[in-house]
């Protein structure tokens, strides 16, 4: 064994070997890595969804084999991360922390000062960007401040940003000395009693995030465009919550569109089509870094006085799927089974619940952070804002989705909806996305009794509209 200090290399939401930019460093120097994860919410910021904590669970376990098959070993502790590596220098003699940046303010800070508290002791803490295309703060208007609108923001970003070379990590890891590390079982991040996962169809990891992006660019992306808006079809990536938690670099996602454009596989366009969502993605990021407070405040103060209701009931119906609007409940409840929801699904029950139920976005933005895979602080507050109208680039808030033809448009043959509420599987198309408008025999021979086997409408459309509109007129523009 080795008598060189080794490396600590310090895994987050970085949860890869390859294209991990902290690891190759780490690798350059020459000495033994000791990759280590701490489980650590309290000063990361906003503690983990349900959702969150089952696919990390799976992600580290996915690291752990992939680390050993290259003789390597995952250690694992739990606490204060200043704290855990404070000991695990003192146990090693590591005198480096090499690390992925997580840009989101509160772990931004917490990791600075870190790093601060080390450095003064003579510990070298080099962090890197794995996580972005682009560091926050490096991508500014002409006079120098933060892009506040999307288009420019992404024109700036691709003319700057150029992708580094792919990597493979290490095909083999030096022996570190066998140190103490916590059973990952007993940190219980897969939910017991009940066990709500059982419909959570994914392969969290390096490989599932490689397979993801493989069978998205030799399949769905040559017709994107028109696939990303039809829920009923696999035809988006996937991608979103290997991104979060950096199974896959999002760097890795553009070049194998761009590449699947330039073999001829795909046309430009769609290539393009795709990247931009990853800027949409990246765009939010730097939002929230230049803009801490977008997760609980209005971007515009004056949507902090829309007169919101405080409605327990229609809330509740709408996190379990019972609102009585077909694409709404199909929405809530492929999300409470799987742990995602389709994009344009997720702007319909944001919509329905922000301005047809009049309900503050953060209830919203609450449950999506509970119940969603990909929960992520920057792009949930971002699209959450987007859709109430509040945000940087948001849609105007008067622009209402109308539940009934968004299903009728998205949805037209009604597979997402018959997937995901069965009750209504025999109802014909003509009347799925409205039962309530379906004549009583209609209802009879598909099975469907309203108020029994599927809720009536938990709001009137037109007057729900009506309402949100008023309300719009009632906020202080003057703030
Ligand atoms: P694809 O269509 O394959 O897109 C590729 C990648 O681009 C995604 O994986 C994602 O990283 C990024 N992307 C796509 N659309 C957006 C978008 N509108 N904003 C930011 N990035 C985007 N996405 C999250 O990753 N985490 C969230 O917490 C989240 N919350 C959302 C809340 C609301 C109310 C809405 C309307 C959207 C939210 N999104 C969120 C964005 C989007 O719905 C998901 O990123 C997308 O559905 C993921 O599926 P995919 O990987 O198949 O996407």
């Known amino acids: 064994m080795t008598t060189e200090p080794p490396v600590i290399l310090w895994f987050r939401r970085d949860l890869r070997l390859a294209d991990n930019p902290a690891l190759e460093h780490a690798h350059a120097t020459g000495r033994p890595i000791l990759p280590v994860y701490v489980l650590d919410e309290a000063t990361e ?6 959702a969150s904590s089952w696919w990390l669970d799976k992600s580290l376990r996915a690291l752990s084999r992939a680390l050993a098959e290259r003789g390597g070993r995952l250690v694992l502790r739990r606490g204060d991360a200043e704290t855990e590596l404070r000991r695990l220098i003192q146990e090693t003699g590591a005198d480096a922390v090499f690390l992925n940046r997580l840009f989101e303010p509160a ?3 917490r990791d600075a000062d870190i790093a601060h508290a080390l450095n003064a002791d003579g510990v070298n803490v080099k962090g890197y960007n794995g996580a972005l295309l682009c560091r926050p703060g490096s991508v500014r208007t002409g006079s120098g401040g933060p892009y506040k609108v999307f288009t420019p923001f992404f024109r700036a970003l691709m003319a700057s940003a150029e992708a580094p070379p792919h990597t493979l990590g290490p095909r083999q890891f030096q022996p570190v000395p066998n140190l103490e590390s916590e059973d990952l079982d007993d940190w219980r991040l897969h939910p017991t009693l009940p066990d709500w996962s059982t419909g959570f169809d994914w392969t969290p990891g390096e490989d599932g995030a490689r397979e993801a992006l493989s069978r998205f660019t030799s399949g769905p992306l040559g017709d994107y ?3 990303r808006d039809i829920p009923g079809q696999n035809g988006t990536s996937r991608l979103s919550p290997h991104l979060h938690w950096g199974e896959i670099s999002p760097w890795r996602a553009v070049t194998a569109a761009r590449d699947a454009a330039s073999r001829g596989k ?15 993605r ?7 870094a230049e803009f801490p407070q977008i997760t ?7 949507y902090d006085t829309m007169p919101w209701r405080k409605d327990e009931g229609a809330l509740e119906a709408w996190r379990r799927g019972r609102t009585g609007y077909p694409i709404v409940d199909a929405g809530m409840r492929q999300l409470w089974s799987t742990g995602w929801m389709h994009n344009r699904v ?36 971002q699209n959450w804002q987007w859709v109430a109208g509040s945000g940087a680039d948001a849609a105007p808030y008067f622009r209402i989705f109308n539940p009934i033809t968004q299903g009728q448009k998205f949805d037209e043959d009604g597979r997402y909806v018959r997937l995901w509420v069965p009750e209504l599987a025999r109802l014909g198309d003509r009347w799925l996305h409205a039962p309530w408008t379906a004549p009583p025999e209609v209802l009879r021979d598909a099975g469907v009794r ?3 086997t599927y809720p009536r409408p938990i709001v009137e459309h037109d007057a729900a509209r009506k309402r949100a509109l008023d309300a719009l007129k009632s906020i202080d523009k003057t703030k």
């Open 282 to 288: 990246e765009f939010s990021a730097h939002l929230l």
């Open 225 to 227: 465009a028109r696939l």
């Open 266 to 280: 795909v046309s430009e366009a769609q290539a393009e089509k795709f990247i931009a969502e990853i800027g949409w």
């Open 45 to 50: 910021g906003r503690p983990l969804g349900g």
């Open 346 to 381: 997720r702007m319909i029950v944001a919509s329905f619940l922000i301005k047809h139920l009049l309900i503050d976005w953060r209830e919203g933005e609450a449950w999506f952070w509970d119940t969603l895979v990909d929960a992520d602080q920057a792009s949930n507050a």
């Open 450 to 452: 309203l108020g029994h």
């Open 296 to 302: 609980d405040t209005a971007f515009r103060p004056e």
């Open 107 to 109: 772990a931004f800070a």
